[in-house]
Nanobody, 115 residues
Framework: QVQLVESGGGLVQPGGSLRLSCAAS????????MGWYRQAPGKQRELVPR???????NYADVVKGRFTISRDNVKNTVYLQMNRLKPEDTAVYYC?????????WGQGTQVTVSS
């Protein structure tokens, strides 16, 4: 069994920064993809950034230049550094991973950008 545990969400003012973490634990043979999605109220879940095969990354256009994904392969952890946050970044952020051919989701962490 695999678990993804997120941390780091919260309330921040526009223009501020937050850092999210997602740690994978359990029976991990190989991680194919790992990254972040978000879902705002009344909207579909969307990709933020993620690592794909070969260490490449996919970023949503709306976060390019503001968000940075990084990882610690020893700890099976990915991080999301979010800078210059905007109110429209408000959402529940979910960690997602394809581990050994199965897809897993974290429980989600709320990010609220408001003055």
């Amino acid at each position: 069994q695999v678990q993804l545990v997120e941390s780091g969400g919260g309330l921040v003012q526009p223009g501020g920064s937050l850092r999210l973490s997602c740690a994978a634990s359990g029976s991990i043979f190989r991680i194919y993809t790992m990254g972040w999605y978000r879902q705002a109220p009344g909207k579909q879940r969307e990709l933020v950034p993620r690592f794909v095969s070969g260490g490449r990354t996919n970023y949503a256009d709306v976060v390019k230049g503001r968000f940075t994904i990084s990882r610690d392969n020893v700890k099976n952890t990915v991080y999301l550094q979010m800078n210059r946050l905007k109110p429209e970044d408000t959402a529940v952020y979910y960690c997602n991973a394809d581990i050994s051919g199965s897809r897993y989701w974290g429980q989600g962490t709320q990010v609220t950008v408001s003055s």
